[in-house]
């Protein structure tokens, strides 16, 4: 059964899908409908259910509360190719309060010349915040983009949370 929950963090409503105990989706900090919106426009069938993934909820609302977080959740990648899979779980792995270059994660992924297809994976990640893709960034120290509601004003913020000095990554 597909379920999603919404919870209140100190940046606003966040919501995630799981499918049974397995985390498939979550969606950053909005207002909630427009979360509520989102969701059911990518899970048509999916059933709220008040306390989906109790200690998952409760290391988001830690982490947007300033706390450093290690996500300990079982993720749902069925839907995601496989080349996309590789780097999700290469990018998964980025430390809190770090980044890496999407050559980087390329490279880790094993195809070095792949960091364009490495971009495209963090522009599909469907799990934003427990796949960090917020941490990746340009080797020529850019910020690169971020396709959240927030775009790249939202990346930065992040990183800032996570005391990501930002000065460098224009």
Known sequence: MTRYSIINTAWGAFGFVARGERLAATYL????????RRIGDDWPDVVEWANLLPAFGSQVVDYFGGAPQRFRVTLDLSDVPPFRRVVLRVCRKIPYGT??????????????SAARATGSAMAHNPLPLVIPCHRVVRSDGTLGGFSSPGCVREKKRLLRLERVDTTRLR
């Open 29 to 36: 900090p909005a207002d909630e409908r427009s979360i509520r």
């Open 99 to 112: 980044t890496a270059s999407y050559r980087d994660l390329a490279r880790a992924a094993g195809n070095p």
